[in-house]
């Protein structure tokens, strides 16, 4: 099989030893001679997995004990909702800063008062706005890290007298972050750590039940939490694929994905600014490591462009509908190589 070179932005690229072993457990699950989707989620085995998928988050990120690991079902969009029905009594402060901030905000509405501290909505999105500090009297100040569309990415955080919310679906261990400074992280795991079907939810016990409404027994973290994320039926196999890139993670240090993040952004991001053919989309300051957003002068060479690109066996770049052109999403397990393959293609056009 030829390699292709994989920059879709979710759904996306896994390693491929994590592939591989799943392929292996819904084949043979654990030596049971049963395949992963066929066992009960209560067995020994499958309780081993999920408890080491929690347990891995934490040693990755460095918490302590008061943090809880949950793997809930319902996408980042439902965190959305989640976030501020658990979290948001009088009123909480959101940033607007793509698609996603957006729904996030529009989620919390009906349960207090939001106040968006900064938006980039003037400019389709392509900063990070930064002139805004967060007041304590806040219940939670929600932040999205990446914005996977429009190519953005938070490159250091606000001081946050009060709960810091972050949805990090699309950056998610991909560099080295001071974890605590989180009360609450959220991300779909289609991005960067696994396969579709379930949502990371890290969070601070201390910050829950302190609203007054009623919460529907699915949509209370404490409800995932007491039960150790076995509630109800988890999504076995999209958590056992998360394990398997959690040890990967785990296996090669943050420090390292970090600096090969670093090295793939600075490739591709020096030819875009040299090449006299491109532009790049978002503002340079705050690029994203993960989603890097392009365009091409003459747009009417875009179908040509992406045409040379599938000629090289290069996957997904054809940019999001709400801003065109190009983006080349450049998670984890992306190599150099295939960045290469692209900064070439983008050379010779
Ligand atoms: C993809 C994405 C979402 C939506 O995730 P779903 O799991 O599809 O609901 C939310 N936030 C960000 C930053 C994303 O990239």
Redesign the pocket.
């Known amino acids: 099989m030829s390699k292709v070179h994989n920059f879709s932005a979710?759904p996306a690229i896994l390693p491929q030893e994590v592939i591989q072993n799943c392929a292996d457990a819904l084949l043979n699950f654990s030596g049971t001679n049963l395949s992963l989707i066929e066992v009960s989620h209560r067995s020994k085995e499958y309780v081993a997995v999920m408890d080491e998928a929690r347990s891995l988050v934490k040693k990755i990120m460095k918490l302590g004990d008061d943090y809880d690991v949950v793997y809930l079902q319902g996408?980042?969009?439902t965190q959305f909702l989640m976030t501020a029905m658990n979290l948001l009594e009088t009123k909480a402060a959101y940033t607007n800063t793509g698609t996603?901030a957006k729904n996030a905000i529009k989620e919390a509405r009906p349960f207090g008062t939001v106040d968006v501290l900064g938006s980039s909505e003037d400019t389709n999105f392509n900063y990070i706005p930064k002139n805004y500090t967060v007041a304590a009297d806040y219940d939670y100040f929600h932040c999205?890290s990446?914005?996977?569309i429009f190519g953005t990415q938070m490159h250091s955080f606000p001081e946050c007298p009060t709960s810091l919310v972050c949805?990090m679906?699309?950056d998610i261990f991909s560099r080295q972050l001071d974890f605590s400074k989180f009360d609450l992280i959220y991300a779909?795991a289609?991005?960067n750590m696994g396969p579709a079907g379930t949502?990371l939810v890290v969070l601070k016990k201390s910050i829950l039940g302190k609203v007054t409404r009623y919460l529907p027994t699915m949509l209370d973290y404490r409800t995932h939490i007491d039960k150790e994320s076995m509630f109800n039926t988890p999504s076995v196999f999209a958590i056992y694929g998360c394990l398997q890139t959690l040890k990967w993670i785990d296996a090669l240090g943050l420090e390292t994905i970090e600096k090969q993040n670093n090295a793939k952004a600075e490739l591709l991001y020096s030819e875009i600014d040299k090449n006299p053919l491109f532009i790049g989309t978002a503002a340079i300051e705050d690029r994203s490591k993960m989603n890097a957003t392009f365009a091409l002068k003459d747009e009417a060479r875009n179908d040509e462009f992406l045409q040379a690109c599938a000629a090289a066996s290069i996957n997904g770049l054809k940019g999001h509908r709400s801003v065109g052109g190009f983006r080349a999403s450049m998670y984890n397990a992306l190599t150099i190589d295939s960045v290469q393959v692209l900064v070439d293609v983008m050379k010779n056009f």
Request: hydrophobic letters at 10%.
């Open positions: 979710g996408g980042a969009s996603w999205t990446n914005n996977t949805d679906s699309s779909g289609q991005k949502t």
